[in-house]
């Protein structure tokens, strides 16, 4: 741009010759152009979720009152933005739920099972999930669990499952062997 506006000549016919007054000036106004198109592509990147960074990303954030943990970095913050705006967007409606537990565990539906137990605890969404989804998260079971219940109707608790499990693990310390089934992870 600052190239064009230097070779044009403007409505008057007379032409910028270099090291002249009239040069700079135009020099500096097509260099705050750039700066201007430049903290415009900023903004604009700056108002959407998946290209936020830092600062914006947060102020994002606190729109659906999601607050970033000491230290997190962005891919995760804004996985946790994500979640905020599904559960905030939620109606507590099977399909809204079902939604949310996809966007926060970032899965395919082919990897999450929901049912319910209504049985020895009342009410409980119980969410099935393969191994390999809940290794590729950045949040703990437990981070997950509260991202799951903001969503879940009528302060639902939720459970996670794991349905594709080998543990191996010491008696003497509480936890001990299974292979295959369902572990629930809470």
Do not use: H
Request: charged share 30%.
């Amino acid at each position: 741009m600052k190239d064009d506006v230097l070779a044009a000549a403007p409505p008057t016919g007379v032409r910028f010759e270099q090291g002249t007054e009239v040069a700079r000036l135009v020099n500096t106004l097509a260099q705050l152009y750039y700066r201007i198109d430049d903290d415009i592509s900023t903004l604009r990147r700056s108002r959407f979720i998946e290209s936020a960074t830092g600062r914006e990303l947060d102020l994002i954030g606190l729109s659906v009152n999601v607050y970033r943990p000491d230290g997190e970095a962005d891919p995760k913050f804004r996985r946790r933005v994500f979640a905020g705006f599904a559960a905030a967007q939620s109606r507590t409606t099977f399909e809204d739920f079902a939604r949310v537990c996809l966007k926060v565990l970032d899965a395919d539906p082919s990897d999450v099972r929901l049912t319910k137990d209504w049985a020895s605890d009342l009410g409980t969404i119980i969410v099935r999930v393969r191994s390999t989804v809940l290794d590729g998260s950045p949040f703990t079971t437990d981070t997950i669990t509260e991202l799951l219940e903001q969503a879940a109707p009528m302060s639902r608790r939720v459970a996670i499952q794991l349905t594709d499990v080998a543990t191996f693990g010491d008696p003497d310390r509480g936890w001990g062997t299974q292979f295959g089934g369902d572990i629930t992870s809470d």
